[in-house]
């Protein structure tokens, strides 16, 4: 099998006459229809890699009526559970046959709905909504009404087409882990109030502590920076009787260690932390991080699996997708001092 030289990019027919089968042929080929030889399939896709045949995505649309693309909305940051969320997307796309198309957005509600309206207007087969949409919300859902739409932020007007992790399940668990070790109460960092995911762990560890007969301290809020953790923590680390802190994220978590670390605050021993998370670094703070583990890239592949049902079954009743996390147990949570 010789390699032709074209002067134009390869086309389906150059790919048919090279493998000796028809333009049909190759088509189904490309399109996995179950009705092709084996032997005639691996010559084609043999053929196809060694020309470099592109498929005409554009033309395959007008035929099919997809586009073969993923909408993404993200915010502009450069927070690790974003960036792993997207890589998650982007493999989940890859493994189904799909490409991404990403927008980003600030956290008002026009530019939020400015954003999934030009994903809308590109012609994309389905969005994923990776960001807060909070006072959006009800006109996403109107704009993304006929198109299939997984949101992974925790909207609660979008409660069926959610995919992700139970927050609530989160901030219960590690509340009750350091009530559990004797703790008479909990501080919390919380995240900023406009993000659906902090305000449900905010909720969820009011109403654990009240469960418990606890009293509740007043809550603090971050913006999921270190260095609102470390600000954070330069408070609480004045305060004695704060001996039990959930942090709202681990990197939040990391800004809180060292201001009590400055402050001579000693963790485990004097206070216990625990982070919600549990990225990478988590296992090599110092101390080692208690955290809750909730895989983002996880979420972004069970958040592209959904959508690409919706797509091929849109008539298909759909029910939010939440995965209880987990409590992982390090070095930065004790039982508190004694007497306190």
Same mark, same amino acid.
């Given at each position: 099998?010789?390699t032709?030289?074209?002067?134009?990019?390869?086309?389906m027919?150059?790919v048919?006459?090279a493998a000796g089968?028809?333009?049909?042929?190759?088509s189904?080929?490309?399109?996995?229809h179950p009705?092709?030889?084996? @032997?005639?399939r691996?010559?084609? %896709?043999?053929? &196809?890699?060694?020309?470099?045949?592109?498929?005409?995505? #554009?033309?395959r649309? !007008?035929?099919t009526g997809?586009?073969r693309?993923?909408?993404v909305l993200t915010l502009?940051?450069n927070?690790?559970s974003?960036?792993?969320l997207?890589l998650?997307?982007?493999?989940?796309?890859?493994?189904?046959?799909?490409?991404?198309?990403?927008?980003?957005s600030?956290?008002?509600?026009d530019?939020?709905?400015?954003?999934?309206s030009?994903l809308?207007?590109?012609?994309?087969?389905?969005?994923?909504?990776?960001?807060?949409?909070?006072?959006?919300a009800?006109?996403v859902?109107?704009?993304?009404?006929?198109i299939?739409t997984v949101?992974?932020?925790g909207s @609660?007007?979008?409660g069926d087409? %959610?995919?992700? &992790?139970?927050?609530d399940?989160?901030?219960?668990v590690? #509340?009750?882990?350091? !009530?559990?070790?004797?703790h008479?109460?909990?501080w919390?960092v919380?995240g900023p109030a406009d993000?659906?995911d902090a305000?449900?762990r905010?909720?969820s560890?009011?109403?654990?502590?009240q469960e418990?007969?606890?009293?509740v301290p007043?809550?603090?809020h971050?913006?999921w920076?270190?260095e609102s953790?470390?600000?954070?923590?330069?408070?609480?680390?004045?305060m004695?009787?704060?001996?039990?802190?959930?942090v709202?994220?681990?990197?939040?978590?990391?800004?809180?260690?060292?201001a009590?670390?400055?402050l001579?605050?000693r963790v485990?021993?004097d206070?216990?932390?625990?982070?919600i998370?549990?990225i990478?670094l988590?296992?090599?703070?110092?101390p080692?991080?208690?955290?809750i583990?909730q895989s983002f890239?996880?979420?972004?592949?069970?958040?592209?699996?959904r959508?690409?049902s919706?797509?091929?079954h849109?008539?298909?009743?759909t029910?939010?997708?939440?995965v209880?996390?987990?409590l992982?147990?390090?070095g930065?949570t004790?039982?508190?001092p004694?007497?306190?």
């Amino acid at each position: 099998m010789s390699t032709q030289q074209f002067t134009r990019g390869p086309a389906m027919r150059d790919v048919a006459a090279a493998a000796g089968v028809s333009a049909q042929t190759v088509s189904r080929v490309l399109n996995e229809h179950p009705n092709v030889q084996d @032997s005639t399939r691996r010559r084609v %896709l043999a053929v &196809v890699e060694e020309l470099g045949y592109r498929r005409n995505n #554009t033309a395959r649309a !007008l035929v099919t009526g997809r586009s073969r693309t993923l909408g993404v909305l993200t915010l502009a940051t450069n927070n690790y559970s974003r960036s792993s969320l997207a890589l998650g997307i982007e493999l989940g796309a890859r493994e189904t046959g799909y490409t991404v198309n990403s927008v980003t957005s600030s956290l008002s509600a026009d530019a939020l709905t400015d954003a999934v309206s030009r994903l809308v207007n590109q012609g994309v087969d389905g969005i994923i909504i990776a960001a807060p949409l909070q006072e959006a919300a009800e006109k996403v859902r109107r704009i993304t009404a006929r198109i299939p739409t997984v949101n992974t932020d925790g909207s @609660s007007s979008m409660g069926d087409r %959610l995919v992700g &992790v139970d927050q609530d399940v989160a901030a219960v668990v590690a #509340t009750r882990h350091l !009530l559990e070790l004797g703790h008479k109460t909990v501080w919390h960092v919380a995240g900023p109030a406009d993000w659906s995911d902090a305000a449900s762990r905010l909720n969820s560890w009011r109403r654990t502590l009240q469960e418990a007969g606890c009293e509740v301290p007043p809550e603090l809020h971050g913006d999921w920076s270190p260095e609102s953790g470390y600000r954070n923590g330069l408070i609480l680390g004045r305060m004695p009787e704060a001996t039990a802190i959930l942090v709202a994220s681990d990197e939040m978590a990391f800004g809180v260690l060292r201001a009590l670390n400055e402050l001579g605050r000693r963790v485990p021993q004097d206070v216990s932390v625990v982070g919600i998370d549990d990225i990478d670094l988590a296992a090599y703070s110092n101390p080692p991080l208690t955290t809750i583990r909730q895989s983002f890239e996880d979420t972004g592949r069970r958040a592209v699996q959904r959508l690409v049902s919706q797509i091929a079954h849109p008539e298909e009743a759909t029910a939010p997708d939440l995965v209880a996390p987990t409590l992982v147990i390090r070095g930065s949570t004790a039982p508190p001092p004694p007497g306190k």
